[in-house]
């Protein structure tokens, strides 16, 4: 196996105070050095909240209930602001879907990229200074110095993600959590952002966990997947291994849901569809909490929690996995 | 070939923000057929949510012709096109902030046939129920409100809301770009379904080029105010003929892992 830079182990995350409500239900996964591994998942299958774990932000309304989070073998202090500070942005950078919302309107955004390196860093105003030029360079921003000046209003949304991912890599660290980055963007400007991502990942060997709920950028871009349903992992797997053979029912769901111009699955109506929606995280479902919506699900799958299997690198938990490959 | 049900010729919408007029629709020209799909692509800010509006009769066009069936629609006065409305109903793209939270959900689909006095008092209800039923909701959650449905559930609901007035023509404003790859799905084949059973016609507005090709028959491709290219789906994502449309396909990463990575993703070349 490679080298591990990141390790969360069974982390539970519940509503505060009332342990029987589980956003995540035992989510185990590792981040290897230099890799690209995406998260992927439908809205409320705790994808975000796993990210916001791992930054120690997580919301008021929730709390840790077990499980820890490792970063290069040491346990990360998760509910000690102060600690984690030193660790945001130096060790592990963030990158939010909405860059609007991730920048101050009220200042230059040289000057927010300036602070992040101040946090952290001892250095002379005018060396810190060029080094935020650098960093905007570096993100194809053009003509940083003037740029640097400018505040966010100014700048259009692509320009807006540079500025952040600027932001997230100022400090060099060893993994970049990236969640859903380039949904708010255009096609066009989300495959520079990518691009440009991929990139910097090749120039300073950062990993990447992305987040995200576009298959097609995954298939471009990652190197292994995880795939959540409902607080759970459903299946972790190479790219390629997960998508031409899937073996959670899920996993196999969204892929034949994801309309895809170049193979032909119109049959009955346009799109393959999963019935049903995604279960309350208040119901307390023994059971797998994909059995209401899955076709091979038994009564064993109603009644107990199918324990994850390995083949190798891929993983699944399921009762009853797909056996057929994609064709 | 039989008139268009649709037929928008050199369309011009400009509008003064401030001291500037800006100008998100410039001369377009394009039909829609009786029981056709058409989508509308194009990037954010490039006027296809301006072009829905103005269709709807929510934007006054600055000139050109709308014609509906025959009849221009461009310049109707309140009366008139309150009485036009119903040929003409639409789907928005947030299902959360377009329905009003007060109101239970029988009577949110009820509301267009009591505002336009369609029918008996007695039968708006029914009317309302058998929707309901039609677009996959049970009957017995119309005394609910709209917090307590899911978001593929509340644009079933504003499927309902529109169809109530048995439209010919429905336009969709990014119906499903708010919701989940599964969800969106279950929408989209319902979409269809309708079509297929009420013979409607739909007027698809999307950025995701990627989704509107396995469901329209033409896709009208729109970048700054224009339409750059028109045609059948499948021919304008195997041979895109304008600048734009090639550039968009080649920015689009199909979700399948036997395909080359495309050229706007790849890093090697650098």
């Given at each position: 196996m490679a080298n591990p830079i990141l390790q969360v182990e069974n982390l539970q995350i519940c509503v505060r105070k009332k342990p029987g409500v589980l956003i995540l239900r035992g989510v185990s996964f590792h981040v290897n050095a230099g890799e690209t591994l995406a998260i992927v998942g439908e809205s409320g299958c705790g994808k975000s909240m796993t990210s916001l774990a791992i930054m120690g932000l997580l919301p008021d309304a929730v709390e840790k209930l077990s499980g820890t989070i490792r970063f290069k073998g040491r346990e990360l202090p998760i509910t000690d602001n102060r600690a984690m500070r030193k660790v945001r942005a130096a060790e592990i950078g963030m990158v939010f879907q909405e860059p609007m919302a991730a920048l101050d309107p009220l200042y230059p955004v040289g000057k927010q990229v300036l602070e992040v390196i101040e946090e952290h860093e001892k250095l002379p105003r005018e060396m810190a200074w060029a080094r935020v030029i650098d960093l905007l360079t570096k993100v194809d921003l053009p003509n940083p110095e003037t740029l640097?000046?400018?505040?966010?209003?100014?700048?259009s949304g692509g320009q807006l993600q540079r500025v952040v991912i600027a932001m997230a890599l100022a400090c060099n660290p060893d993994v970049l959590i990236a969640d859903e980055p380039t949904t708010a963007l255009d096609v066009t400007v989300q495959a520079q952002i990518m691009r440009l991502l991929k990139r910097l990942q090749r120039d300073t060997g950062v990993a990447i966990v992305l987040i995200t709920h576009n298959l097609g950028l995954v298939a471009h871009t990652a190197d292994r997947v995880m795939v959540m349903y409902a607080g759970n992992k459903a299946e972790e797997a190479p790219t390629r291994d997960l998508f031409l053979n899937p073996r959670h029912p899920y996993t196999r769901g969204l892929l034949d849901a994801t309309p895809n111009p170049e193979r032909a699955s119109a049959q009955g109506g346009v799109l393959r569809e999963i019935p049903g929606t995604v279960p309350s995280i208040a119901d307390p479902m023994p059971g797998c909490r994909f059995a209401p919506r899955?076709?091979?699900?038994s009564e064993l799958c109603r009644a107990r929690f199918p324990e994850p299997t390995f083949e190798g690198a891929h993983g699944y938990a399921c009762h009853h996995p797909v056996t057929d490959a994609r064709v | 070939m039989t008139n268009p049900l649709l037929r928008i010729d050199d369309l011009h919408v400009s509008f003064r923000v401030g001291k500037t007029t800006i100008h998100p629709v410039r001369g377009i020209s394009l039909h829609l057929n009786r029981g056709e799909t058409l989508a509308l692509v194009g990037e954010s800010g490039c006027g296809k949510t301006t072009l829905a509006r103005t269709i709807l009769g929510l934007q006054a066009p600055s000139s050109g012709v709308i014609e509906y069936d025959g009849n221009d629609i461009a310049g109707l006065d309140r009366f008139r096109l309150k009485r036009f409305r119903p040929h003409i109903q639409c789907v928005f793209q947030d299902p959360f902030s377009s329905l009003n939270p007060r109101k239970r959900v029988e009577q949110l689909i009820r509301e267009p046939l009591d505002i336009h006095q369609i029918g008996e008092k007695s039968t708006r209800l029914k009317r309302a129920h058998e929707m309901m039923e039609r677009v996959g909701l049970p009957t017995d959650w119309g005394r609910r409100f709209p917090h307590e449905f899911s978001g593929g559930q509340r644009q079933r609901i504003g499927i309902a809301r529109a169809l109530v007035m048995k439209p010919d023509l429905l336009i969709c404003d990014e119906p499903v770009s708010a919701l989940d790859v599964s969800i969106q799905a279950q929408i989209i084949n319902l979409l269809w379904e309708l079509k297929r059973d009420m013979g409607l016609s739909y007027l698809f507005i999307s950025h995701d080029l990627m989704l509107v090709e396995t469901f329209a028959d033409r896709v009208a491709m729109m970048y700054k105010g224009e339409i750059v290219e028109t045609g059948p789906a499948r021919q304008v994502w195997s041979n895109p003929q304008h600048e734009f449309t090639r550039r968009m396909i080649d920015a689009i990463p199909v979700?399948?892992?036997?395909?080359?990575?495309?050229p706007a993703f790849r890093i090697d070349a650098e």
């Amino acid at each position: 196996m490679a080298n591990p830079i990141l390790q969360v182990e069974n982390l539970q995350i519940c509503v505060r105070k009332k342990p029987g409500v589980l956003i995540l239900r035992g989510v185990s996964f590792h981040v290897n050095a230099g890799e690209t591994l995406a998260i992927v998942g439908e809205s409320g299958c705790g994808k975000s909240m796993t990210s916001l774990a791992i930054m120690g932000l997580l919301p008021d309304a929730v709390e840790k209930l077990s499980g820890t989070i490792r970063f290069k073998g040491r346990e990360l202090p998760i509910t000690d602001n102060r600690a984690m500070r030193k660790v945001r942005a130096a060790e592990i950078g963030m990158v939010f879907q909405e860059p609007m919302a991730a920048l101050d309107p009220l200042y230059p955004v040289g000057k927010q990229v300036l602070e992040v390196i101040e946090e952290h860093e001892k250095l002379p105003r005018e060396m810190a200074w060029a080094r935020v030029i650098d960093l905007l360079t570096k993100v194809d921003l053009p003509n940083p110095e003037t740029l640097a000046w400018s505040y966010p209003h100014k700048l259009s949304g692509g320009q807006l993600q540079r500025v952040v991912i600027a932001m997230a890599l100022a400090c060099n660290p060893d993994v970049l959590i990236a969640d859903e980055p380039t949904t708010a963007l255009d096609v066009t400007v989300q495959a520079q952002i990518m691009r440009l991502l991929k990139r910097l990942q090749r120039d300073t060997g950062v990993a990447i966990v992305l987040i995200t709920h576009n298959l097609g950028l995954v298939a471009h871009t990652a190197d292994r997947v995880m795939v959540m349903y409902a607080g759970n992992k459903a299946e972790e797997a190479p790219t390629r291994d997960l998508f031409l053979n899937p073996r959670h029912p899920y996993t196999r769901g969204l892929l034949d849901a994801t309309p895809n111009p170049e193979r032909a699955s119109a049959q009955g109506g346009v799109l393959r569809e999963i019935p049903g929606t995604v279960p309350s995280i208040a119901d307390p479902m023994p059971g797998c909490r994909f059995a209401p919506r899955c076709a091979n699900a038994s009564e064993l799958c109603r009644a107990r929690f199918p324990e994850p299997t390995f083949e190798g690198a891929h993983g699944y938990a399921c009762h009853h996995p797909v056996t057929d490959a994609r064709v | 070939m039989t008139n268009p049900l649709l037929r928008i010729d050199d369309l011009h919408v400009s509008f003064r923000v401030g001291k500037t007029t800006i100008h998100p629709v410039r001369g377009i020209s394009l039909h829609l057929n009786r029981g056709e799909t058409l989508a509308l692509v194009g990037e954010s800010g490039c006027g296809k949510t301006t072009l829905a509006r103005t269709i709807l009769g929510l934007q006054a066009p600055s000139s050109g012709v709308i014609e509906y069936d025959g009849n221009d629609i461009a310049g109707l006065d309140r009366f008139r096109l309150k009485r036009f409305r119903p040929h003409i109903q639409c789907v928005f793209q947030d299902p959360f902030s377009s329905l009003n939270p007060r109101k239970r959900v029988e009577q949110l689909i009820r509301e267009p046939l009591d505002i336009h006095q369609i029918g008996e008092k007695s039968t708006r209800l029914k009317r309302a129920h058998e929707m309901m039923e039609r677009v996959g909701l049970p009957t017995d959650w119309g005394r609910r409100f709209p917090h307590e449905f899911s978001g593929g559930q509340r644009q079933r609901i504003g499927i309902a809301r529109a169809l109530v007035m048995k439209p010919d023509l429905l336009i969709c404003d990014e119906p499903v770009s708010a919701l989940d790859v599964s969800i969106q799905a279950q929408i989209i084949n319902l979409l269809w379904e309708l079509k297929r059973d009420m013979g409607l016609s739909y007027l698809f507005i999307s950025h995701d080029l990627m989704l509107v090709e396995t469901f329209a028959d033409r896709v009208a491709m729109m970048y700054k105010g224009e339409i750059v290219e028109t045609g059948p789906a499948r021919q304008v994502w195997s041979n895109p003929q304008h600048e734009f449309t090639r550039r968009m396909i080649d920015a689009i990463p199909v979700p399948d892992v036997t395909r080359p990575t495309p050229p706007a993703f790849r890093i090697d070349a650098e």
